[in-house]
């Protein structure tokens, strides 16, 4: 709407109101009020449909120099950058509780592996200093995919722009986007290969994860026994009393398997030729997996 007024297509006015109008149909929506039922075709159209009803034209207005494509890479875009923003802050949270154990437990003697069979003198603090760094790696490649999909791609419309002279600039700075996709058919070329990236960030953070969960479900054993969970940690045996089994420690060991399905679902997805194909729809459940 701002980008439409600074282009002579809106009003003050209109803008005004749309803004006073958008604003009450996100409060209905997140009231209940609002219910995004069968009435309509998808999210636009019943944002449009509302704005109609309350101002007319200038609802109608809201349309022009938009396609559902740019929309939704938008509305994707900033979801994926919020989602490996949180990715960043608990990978630093992990490796910062790791460094703390590392400090606290530098001198704990604690035998080193090869081939799972003990090798070499080593130290819990070296055990969790290794996951320090690891996780440290993954906070910087989860920042470094957040900056390299930092783009903006609203008003490249259907993968071909359109012929009206749409402020990009400042859709880009009031959005927060970094920069702008110059190309619309780069735009289109780059759904799914940004979402395949956002994935592999975060599929790097998980594996370590799923690592770190395997020596702790191993060192939690009875043959190893050195970590003893507490009990909100484990369930009972349904058949043996005597038995406390790590299942917390498992879960996590098999959080990974959600995000790898859902990069495999994606890259097989991207087996098209240039354009917009409807199949790229697929890719929202996997994402949304993925990074559930």
């Known amino acids: 709407a701002q980008g439409l007024q600074r282009i002579g297509l809106l009003t003050a006015d209109d803008l005004a109101a749309l803004e006073r109008e958008l604003s009450a149909l996100a409060a209905d929506f997140r009231s209940g009020a609002f219910v995004l039922d069968a009435r309509y075709e998808d999210g636009h159209s019943a944002i449009e449909s509302r704005l109609v009803e309350r101002l007319g034209d200038a609802g109608r207005r809201i349309h022009a120099g938009r396609s559902r494509n740019d929309q939704v890479l938008v509305a994707t875009r900033l979801w994926l950058k919020s989602k490996l923003a949180r990715t960043f802050a608990l990978a630093r949270e992990v490796a910062e509780v790791a460094l703390a154990r590392a400090e606290a437990e530098r001198d704990l003697p604690m035998p080193g592996y090869t081939h799972l069979q003990r090798a070499v003198v080593s130290s819990a603090g070296m055990w969790w200093a290794g996951w320090a760094e690891a996780f440290l790696d993954d906070a910087r490649r989860a920042a470094d995919t957040l900056a390299w ?24 700075r009031a959005l927060g986007f970094a920069r702008m996709q110059v190309s619309p058919m780069y735009a289109q070329l780059s759904r799914g290969k940004f979402e395949l990236a956002a994935l592999e960030a975060l599929g790097s953070a998980m594996l370590d994860l799923r690592r770190l969960a395997w020596d702790l479900s191993l060192f939690a054993t009875a043959e190893f026994g050195f970590v003893r969970l507490p009990p909100q940690y484990t369930t009972g045996s349904s058949i043996m009393p005597n038995k406390r089994n790590p299942d917390v420690v498992e879960l996590l060991r098999g959080t990974y398997a959600s995000v790898a399905a859902a990069r495999s679902e994606i890259e097989h997805l991207l087996s098209l030729p240039g354009g917009y194909h409807r199949d790229l729809q697929v890719s929202k459940g996997a994402l949304f997996h993925g990074f559930g």
Do not use: C
Not at 154 to 171: F, I, K, Q, S, W
């Open 149 to 172: 999909i930092d783009a903006n791609p609203l008003g490249t419309a259907a993968g071909y722009g359109v012929n009206l002279p749409l402020d990009r600039e400042h859709t880009t």
